[in-house]
């Protein structure tokens, strides 16, 4: 059954790095996600993206953040220059449709992400 | 806004007894209404979902949901817990077509811990 995949599976890095998230979506899907999870806290969403352009964005996805699709294949989140409250666990997500038609997201394992 | 709520942290129950967890919503228009389970070191995985039409619907591992509109509620139940049915649950929304956000952005509940034991 095709999954979502996401490298890496933990990332650590220091206050006011760059971090690229890595996810690779179903093949057949069009519509791709990131949410993030703080530790304790609801599952938060950040960014969609469909026809190589961001969808809607939530106020959590400043000008730190950015999404790319490079390659037809590959859907990247990067965080320019991390903070300490950027640490948590990122998921991204896909879907064959728009939720409008009523299609499930469906999500990768998730990056957790440190920030020190 | 759209919200939703999961009124328990954790839910205990012994194994072959049914099961709830309970969610509530608010949306503004129809609500698209989703659970999902997440095994430790796991992603989300899609358990069922409500779009319209039949009010209990049946989704994987034995499980269903029954939409209450009065009530606002979205209950996962299962009538006989397994060991393995151990997670953490989400209960998620979003607006149909014709809401203020038809992106696919889901809200999700805080997540009910579900515990069964032998």
């Known amino acids: 059954e095709p999954e979502v995949t996401q490298t890496p599976s933990h990332q650590v890095t220091q206050m006011g790095q760059e971090v690229i998230l890595r996810c690779v979506p179903i093949?057949?899907?069009?519509?791709f996600y990131w949410y993030r999870q703080i530790l304790g806290q609801k599952v938060e969403f950040l960014v969609s993206f469909y026809n190589n352009e961001i969808s809607e964005k939530s106020e959590i996805f400043d000008d730190q953040f950015s999404v790319e699709r490079p390659d037809g294949s590959n859907f990247t989140l990067k965080i320019r220059s991390t903070k300490l409250e950027d640490s948590a666990m990122y998921f991204c997500?896909?879907?064959?449709?728009?939720?409008?038609?009523?299609?499930?997201?469906?999500f990768g394992p998730g990056t957790r992400l440190t920030v020190t | 806004a759209q919200s939703v709520a999961q009124p328990e942290d954790q839910v205990n129950v012994a194994e072959g007894n049914p099961l709830t967890v309970k969610c509530t919503y608010s949306v503004s228009g129809n609500p698209y209404l989703f659970w999902y389970v997440q095994y430790p070191n796991r992603g989300l995985q899609f358990l069922l979902k409500?779009?319209?039409?039949?009010?209990l619907v049946k989704g994987s591992y034995g499980f269903e949901a029954e939409f209450n509109k009065s009530q606002t509620s979205f209950h996962l139940k299962k009538p006989s817990a397994l060991v393995s049915d151990s997670a953490l649950y989400f209960c998620a929304v979003r607006e149909s077509l014709g809401g203020s956000s038809n992106t696919g952005k889901l809200i999700f509940g805080q997540g009910t811990t579900l515990q069964v034991k032998p």
């Open positions: 093949s057949n899907h069009l519509y």
């Open positions: 409500y779009i319209t039409g039949d009010n």
């Open positions: 997500a896909s879907s064959i449709a728009r939720q409008g038609g009523g299609n499930e997201q469906y």
